[in-house]
């Protein structure tokens, strides 16, 4: 068994899609229209580039009665409910603070873990981590 997708909930997936990859830099894996014509109803991933065949993010709109809740609940609290893993979690911090992203959490070293908290401008915390 292995990871084949997952979901982050947003607000706008056109406006998901610009920040997931020309900000992070992730790539487009699908982009399929569902029901209604519409830039905000796709069946629409990313991948990461050094993965293009790995797990999926699914940019999946936040329409359902329940993700508000959720996400004002893990956004009060300060949780990330998904991680990136990256090389250096310093260099990336610093990259995407010169692209003017917001972090609500500098890199923080515990242990053998680097993070660091930013917010996609989607509706959600993302960590980015590195473990070495």
């Known amino acids: ?58 940019l999946e709109p936040s329409g ?11 956004a009060d609290d300060g949780i990330p409910a998904t991680q990136f893993a990256v090389d250096d979690v310093h260099a990336e911090y610093k990259r995407l603070r010169e692209l003017g992203v917001r972090f609500t959490q500098e890199p923080l070293e515990m242990g053998p873990v680097t993070t660091a908290v930013l917010d996609d401008t989607c509706g959600n915390l993302i960590q980015i981590m590195h473990e070495g």
């Open 64 to 74: 359902h009665p329940a993700v508000g809740p959720y996400r004002e609940a893990l």
């Open 1 to 58: 068994m292995r990871i084949h997708l997952n979901s982050v909930f947003v607000d706008s997936q056109v406006k998901a899609l610009d920040f997931y990859t020309n900000v992070l830099g992730f790539v487009k894996k699908h982009d399929v229209p569902l029901g209604e014509p519409s830039e905000e109803n796709r069946w629409l991933t990313v991948v990461s580039p050094e993965n293009p065949e790995g797990a999926e993010l699914l």
